[in-house]
């Protein structure tokens, strides 16, 4: 260890690496850097009738200078005495004549005082980070004080910027001559659903090993990744049932996509250039929860990835992308691009949304992984992020769909109240008149298959403000719905009604477009057999 150069104190070092450590949250900085300015000197040695031994033997020297003992067959015999009978062993009587043997009579003097109880757990990256020999499993991660080193996180409640984070902080400063950790994230306490803390006379503690053996550990796992942990955070059976609905959309998710794409094949992947407009919207929702998932990841805000995955699977992707192209998936010819397209998107979807949860809900994603890819010798955990291409972000396109979305509510909302009055059955009973006075929103979903969009059998779009009786949404101004039963029949096969059914001889009860699908189908019927 290098002499200390005026001025550089404990104090002075520890200021200075706190500035160099990352806080999360941030105010955790300030919090330990009010702390060193303002304690007084550190020392390592405490009186007391308990606690772990200073192991030393020392001597008078004269002029207040102190020897100490190195003794290799000394500190031999207390390692021995140690490992057989405990720490007590140096308290024991006659234990200053049992370690020093031949040299009791040198006039050594054994030390009583013990260690501060916090130097201990303050300089366990002595042990965890830089000596393979004690921990071998770690060997890869330890510590190269002059470069070359993995960054080292500390994590632990926020009361230990008195504690673990400070003893660690000024040990390693004072024998190192820097922080131990790169790193301190600082989590709040848990409370029960009522804010009030845990304790046996309330009955209100949750034991997380209960939690897990009747949820599961995901659902526990998922619960801590949507609390702001920066600040306390509570759990109770409501909370905890919250928890377990949103896990349950969040697989169903999941295993919708796993049911549709084991059908994909090699020859289904379509380029980005020949998908519809819907597709390459969804890369573009793909493309920007990239960056919002990598950056929150970094940032160890795991709430935000909470909430925005969450959204993005249980109403981008299940209330909308999904509902839409369920017919088109199910019913489409085999050879449709539609279908192909949707199946490629499928694929970058699953690979994006499984390895993004994959931290969080560890076992889900992994029993999903595998599923999706049985006959590889992997894991979800092995994975990295997939490359998400910047040329998938298009926000012109995201504009056109934040638009057609909008009227897409307002067309829901109409049939909504036809369903709720008997007036049909499904939306697929409906074919509206929708009238759109807003120039923006016209000319965003004029070259848009409406009736698509909005799952019915059919849809005319009319310029104008439309009759006062038709339906209107506050929040979507310019848009009205006049609903309309569909004429024709209904189609035996995707239940679409329209006057076309009937009009393929060879198939009298679907739609041409399904015909088609079965004329496919029987095509390859015989090889499949």
Known sequence: ???????????????????????????????????????????????????????????????????????????????????????DAWYAAGARERFLGERAAEGWQKVDDILDVWFDSGSTHAFVLEDPKSFPSLAGIRRKVDGGRDQVMYLEGSDQHRGWFHSSLLESCGTRGRAPFDVVVTHGFTLDEQGRKMSKSLGNTVAPQDLIKQHGADIVRLWVGSCDYWDDQRIGPEIIKTTVDTYRKLRNTIRWMLGNLAHIRAEDRVKIERMPLLERYMLHRLAELDATVRDAYANYDY????????????????????DIRKDA????????????????????IFRCTVTWLAPILCFTAEEAWLARYPGLDGSVHLETFPDVPATWRNEGLAETWRKARAVRRVVTGALELERAAKHIGSSLEADPLVYVADDDLFRAVVDLDLAEICITSGASLIEGEGPDDAFRLPEVPGVAVLPRRAEGRKCARSWKISPMVGTDPEYPDVTPRDAQALRELDAIAPAAE
């Not at 290098?2 to 450590?21: F, M, Q, V, Y």
């Not at 925005?308 to 999904?322: E, G, I, K, P, R």
Request: proline share 5%; hydrophobic share 45%.
């Open 303 to 322: 709430k935000r990835i909470f909430a925005v995955l969450s959204q993005f699977m249980t109403v981008d992707l299940s209330a909308f992308y999904f």
């Open 329 to 348: 998936l199910y019913c489409d010819p085999i050879s449709s691009v539609t279908r192909k397209a949707c199946l490629t998107v499928l694929d970058h």
């Open 1 to 87: 260890m290098k002499e200390a150069a005026p001025g550089d104190t404990l104090r002075a070092r520890a200021l200075k690496a706190i500035a160099a450590t990352r806080w999360v949250p941030p105010q955790g900085r300030n919090r330990i850097t009010g702390m060193i300015e303002s304690r007084p000197d550190w020392v390592i040695s405490r009186q007391r009738a308990w606690g772990v031994p200073i192991t030393v033997f020392v001597r008078e020297k004269g002029h207040g200078e102190v020897e100490i003992l190195r003794d290799a067959a000394v500190d031999a015999r207390i390692v021995a005495a140690f490992e057989q009978e405990g720490a």
